[in-house]
């Protein structure tokens, strides 16, 4: 195995630059994938939760006459579903092929706070490992043409009394006695790793694992488009396995455990454009799988297209991974502005020995970042396991242009392993003002800064 490792960096490190996913020449990929990503369109016909027994008091449980409306505008060949103002207090939602659940100006839907409401379990990723556990709150299962839309909010009810305390963090409302997800998450990674069956992998009630927000799983054809979302249980848009993913216009504010605002995993030609992300984790991190049970599967995350966005409190403004070892390639960020002092790192790429997998083609560009409490550029191998593993994990072609920053602790912190170096970082015309500390550069081959203005003073290299 290493001496086939070694032969790919060999192949890779002799391409150099003359790849057409290198330097400034990989953006010319972008319009390609952006061709292959159309919004999904729905017939106009809808179909009024109210008319199914639907009540917006905040008080009737409304789970049977949403599902009662989505099966309707399904038989009747697709269609749109639509809440109406008002609050709606519902347990979980599944799409079917062709509907679009409309949440119009004014509405709420709110979503109970009863675990026992989100069985019976589902097939899902938790933490990047297959399993069945408690259904997310608005899920579907190999359904073709979806959407989540309108103006109005999803409130999925967590807080530091509901949810968030099982993730065992005082600040989040745990206190010692109270039970909390360790158990249950050692017990699916030791599956994860021992190719335990699906079938046998049941988690649920007792094992205190929370379930994300909205995840569509084997699904084409996904819209998800100006709706506002509050305080998820976990990840809050979490696709899977899924192809032609867009997602425009959503506004997310939850700052709870593992709240990451995006997370495209093990999916393909993903757009995120025009969002505002206000989270208590990554605002936005692509996924492909964790360790063994993410080679076995092996499906990565590839041609994703972030642009417009903006990022506000969160562990990092773009992140890839940890969860990556089914690989990420293809990926695209521009114009996006990134600023709080809760914001640790703009770009965050995470990994270890425990991993694997790859992360390649890479590419940021005008980007203005304000304030950050850490990193711009952080290229981390120590996450979690750091070297403590039989993997080397591969980051090659890293490319930052034409970026601005205001204040961070670092500019650049790329941390690679001595046996496994990170591979062809290049940064070009960006200012960074402010910068507490010089740039932390360990174990990398082929890092290059062309105009690159740190404190005033510039440094090529």
Same mark, same amino acid.
């Given at each position: 195995?290493?001496?086939?490792?070694?032969?790919?960096?060999?192949?890779?490190?002799?391409?150099?630059?003359?790849?057409?996913?290198?330097?400034?020449?990989?953006?010319?990929?972008?319009?390609?994938?952006l061709a292959r990503i159309k919004a999904p369109v729905f017939?106009?016909?809808?179909?009024?939760?109210?008319?199914?027994?639907?009540?917006?008091?905040?008080?009737?449980?409304?789970?049977?006459?949403?599902?009662?409306?989505?099966?309707?505008?399904?038989?009747?060949?697709?269609?749109?579903?639509?809440?109406?103002?008002?609050?709606?207090?519902?347990?979980?939602?599944?799409?079917?092929?062709?509907?679009?659940?409309?949440?119009?100006?004014?509405?709420?839907?709110?979503?109970?706070?009863?675990?026992?409401?989100?069985?019976?379990?589902?097939?899902?990723?938790?933490?990047?490992?297959?399993?069945?556990?408690?259904?997310?709150?608005?899920?579907?299962?190999?359904?073709?043409?979806?959407?989540?839309?309108?103006?109005?909010?999803?409130?999925?009810?967590?807080?530091?009394?509901?949810?968030?305390?099982?993730?065992?963090?005082?600040?989040?409302?745990?206190?010692?006695?109270?039970?909390?997800?360790?158990?249950?998450?050692?017990?699916?990674?030791?599956?994860?790793?021992?190719?335990?069956?699906?079938?046998?992998?049941?988690?649920?009630?007792?094992?205190?694992?929370?379930?994300?927000?909205?995840?569509?799983?084997?699904?084409?054809?996904?819209l998800i488009e100006d709706i506002t979302i509050l305080n998820?249980?976990?990840?809050?848009?979490?696709?899977?396995?899924?192809?032609?993913?867009?997602?425009?216009?959503?506004?997310?504010?939850?700052?709870?455990?593992?709240?990451?605002?995006?997370?495209?995993?093990?999916?393909?030609? $993903?757009? &995120?454009?025009? =969002?505002?992300?206000?989270? !208590?984790?990554?605002?936005? @991190? %692509?996924? #492909?799988?964790?360790?063994?049970?993410?080679?076995?599967?092996?499906?990565?995350?590839?041609? $994703?297209? &972030?642009?417009? =966005?903006?990022?506000?409190? !969160?562990?990092?403004?773009? @992140? %890839?991974? #940890?969860?990556?070892?089914?690989?990420?390639?293809?990926?695209?960020?521009?114009?996006?502005?990134?600023?709080?002092?809760?914001?640790?790192?703009?770009?965050?790429?995470?990994?270890? @020995?425990?991993?694997?997998?790859?992360?390649?083609?890479?590419?940021?560009?005008d980007v203005q970042i304000g304030e950050v409490a850490h990193?711009?550029?952080?290229?981390?191998?120590?996450?979690?396991?750091?070297?403590?593993?039989?993997?080397?994990?591969?980051?090659?072609?890293?490319?930052?242009?034409?970026?601005?920053?205001?204040?961070?602790?670092?500019?650049?912190?790329?941390?690679?392993?001595?046996?496994?170096?990170?591979?062809?970082?290049?940064?070009?015309?960006?200012?960074?003002?402010?910068?507490?500390?010089?740039?932390?550069?360990?174990?990398?081959?082929?890092?290059?800064?062309?105009?690159?203005?740190?404190?005033?003073?510039?440094?090529?290299?």
């Amino acid at each position: 195995m290493g001496d086939t490792r070694r032969d790919f960096l060999k192949l890779a490190t002799a391409l150099g630059c003359s790849s057409r996913l290198c330097g400034a020449e990989g953006w010319d990929q972008a319009p390609a994938i952006l061709a292959r990503i159309k919004a999904p369109v729905f017939p106009k016909r809808d179909f009024d939760i109210t008319r199914y027994g639907a009540v917006a008091d905040g008080q009737k449980d409304c789970t049977d006459a949403i599902a009662n409306a989505i099966a309707a505008a399904n038989q009747a060949a697709g269609g749109r579903v639509v809440v109406l103002a008002g609050t709606f207090l519902t347990g979980p939602v599944h799409l079917k092929s062709n509907v679009e659940l409309h949440i119009a100006e004014g509405a709420t839907l709110r979503f109970l706070r009863d675990p026992r409401r989100y069985l019976p379990l589902v097939y899902t990723r938790w933490e990047g490992v297959e399993c069945m556990n408690y259904s997310p709150f608005v899920y579907s299962y190999g359904a073709d043409n979806i959407g989540i839309t309108g103006s109005g909010v999803v409130d999925g009810n967590s807080d530091c009394e509901h949810w968030w305390p099982w993730k065992g963090r005082a600040e989040c409302g745990w206190t010692k006695g109270q039970p909390k997800q360790d158990e249950g998450r050692n017990l699916l990674f030791k599956w994860g790793a021992e190719d335990v069956p699906l079938k046998d992998r049941k988690l649920g009630e007792g094992y205190y694992l929370r379930p994300s927000f909205i995840q569509p799983v084997r699904a084409r054809n996904v819209l998800i488009e100006d709706i506002t979302i509050l305080n998820s249980p976990m990840f809050e848009i979490n696709p899977l396995l899924s192809t032609n993913v867009t997602v425009r216009n959503v506004k997310i504010n939850s700052h709870g455990p593992n709240n990451d605002g995006c997370d495209p995993d093990s999916s393909t030609d $993903v757009l &995120i454009e025009k =969002c505002t992300l206000d989270t !208590g984790d990554d605002c936005i @991190a %692509i996924k #492909s799988g964790r360790n063994r049970d993410g080679r076995r599967v092996a499906r990565p995350t590839e041609n $994703v297209i &972030i642009r417009n =966005c903006r990022m506000k409190d !969160g562990h990092g403004g773009v @992140a %890839i991974g #940890s969860e990556m070892s089914g690989g990420v390639r293809n990926v695209f960020v521009e114009n996006c502005q990134m600023d709080s002092p809760h914001l640790d790192h703009a770009f965050r790429l995470k990994t270890n @020995a425990m991993r694997g997998g790859a992360i390649e083609n890479v590419f940021f560009r005008d980007v203005q970042i304000g304030e950050v409490a850490h990193s711009v550029l952080l290229i981390d191998f120590y996450y979690e396991e750091g070297p403590s593993g039989p993997e080397r994990p591969l980051v090659r072609n890293i490319d930052l242009r034409n970026a601005t920053c205001r204040h961070a602790e670092y500019g650049l912190n790329l941390r690679g392993f001595p046996n496994a170096e990170i591979q062809n970082v290049h940064v070009e015309r960006c200012t960074f003002e402010r910068v507490d500390n010089p740039n932390i550069v360990e174990n990398v081959e082929g890092l290059r800064q062309v105009d690159v203005v740190m404190n005033g003073k510039r440094s090529d290299a």
